[in-house]
């Protein structure tokens, strides 16, 4: 029954990751988004609710990852690799806290605050390139610790 727990949850990651990149996706088009002055109020509006969507299924991620997911499974199976897992627990605390200091600067700004508008999509650009490093890190983590072989074999 285990197993089939651990399956699972690694479906739900599986799909929980998906969805993210789809949302962080989003995200990236509309920061992209070009509109003039007058267009300012609905791109601030679109920010607003897709960071706000961002923050959740992140969150939900990253506490798939530390319940049970792949860094209790790395720290199981490859004791020597658990610096690497603690380097990316680090960086989930510092996403959460970025995330807990831009969500309410950004659902108070003003339309009529277009430099500091802006200022805040760049932090939110560096914020998405932040975790795509990260998640190719978990992924090198994920690739060495499950499909390198220790030999030993005859």
Not at 47 to 53: D, H, I, P, R
Not at 54 to 64: G, I, M, P, S, V
Not at 65 to 82: F, S
Not at 123 to 151: C, F, N, S, V, Y
């Given at each position: 029954?285990?197993?089939?727990?651990k399956?699972?949850?690694a479906?739900?990651?599986?799909?929980?990751?998906?969805?993210?990149?789809?949302?962080k996706?989003?995200?990236?088009?509309?920061?992209?988004?070009?509109?003039?002055?007058?267009?300012?109020?609905r791109?601030?509006?679109?920010?607003?609710?897709?960071?706000?969507?961002?923050?959740?299924?992140?969150e939900?991620?990253?506490?798939?990852e530390?319940?049970?997911?792949?860094?209790?499974?790395?720290?199981?199976?490859?004791?020597?690799?658990h610096?690497?897992?603690?380097?990316?627990a680090?960086?989930?605390?510092?996403?959460?806290?970025?995330?807990?200091?831009?969500?309410?600067?950004?659902?108070?700004?003003?339309?009529?605050?277009?430099?500091?508008?802006?200022?805040?999509c760049?932090?939110?650009?560096?914020?998405?390139?932040?975790?795509?490093?990260?998640?190719?890190?978990?992924?090198a983590?994920l690739?060495?610790?499950l499909l390198?072989?220790?030999?030993?074999e005859?």
């Amino acid at each position: 029954m285990q197993g089939i727990e651990k399956l699972s949850q690694a479906n739900v990651a599986k799909m929980e990751h998906q969805i993210l990149d789809h949302v962080k996706q989003a995200l990236r088009v509309t920061l992209d988004w070009r509109v003039p002055s007058v267009g300012l109020p609905r791109k601030l509006n679109s920010v607003q609710f897709t960071l706000q969507s961002f923050q959740r299924h992140l969150e939900r991620l990253l506490d798939l990852e530390e319940q049970g997911g792949y860094m209790a499974m790395v720290a199981e199976k490859k004791p020597n690799m658990h610096f690497r897992v603690e380097r990316l627990a680090e960086d989930h605390a510092s996403f959460r806290s970025a995330m807990r200091d831009l969500l309410p600067v950004v659902e108070a700004l003003q339309e009529y605050q277009c430099e500091e508008f802006e200022a805040i999509c760049r932090e939110i650009e560096e914020l998405l390139e932040r975790i795509d490093r990260h998640d190719t890190e978990e992924i090198a983590l994920l690739q060495e610790a499950l499909l390198m072989d220790e030999g030993g074999e005859g």
